[in-house]
């Protein structure tokens, strides 16, 4: 059985780091920057359900199932988004 465990992945330009119920702020604010939650090709909460959606993404991660991620850009140390690996197994 595959063993999945959350890490840190370092690039030149963004970090990608395990979600916290910490990133309800910087989330909530990258959420403002136009209106994500109405694109057909993403998943993203409206800034009322960040709460709820990092919730769901620490639950999902225990489960094995997916990995996500926090972006975050390097140079400002600002939270830009979210991205994962779906069915990493």
């Known amino acids: 059985m595959l063993t999945i465990e959350r890490i840190s992945?370092?690039?030149?330009?963004?970090?990608?780091r395990p979600p916290?119920?910490?990133d309800i702020d910087g989330l909530s604010i990258a959420a403002k920057d136009g209106k994500i939650w109405n694109n057909s090709f993403t998943q993203f909460p409206n800034a009322s359900e960040i709460s709820n959606y990092i919730q769901e993404l620490l639950d999902l991660c225990s489960n094995g199932i997916i990995l996500p991620f926090i972006t975050i850009d390097k140079a400002s140390s600002t939270t830009v988004g979210t991205t994962r690996y779906l069915n990493i197994d």
Do not use: Q, R, T
């Not at 992945?9 to 990608?16: A, D, S, W």
């Open 9 to 16: 992945l370092v690039g030149k330009y963004i970090i990608l």
């Open 20 to 22: 916290s119920i910490e």
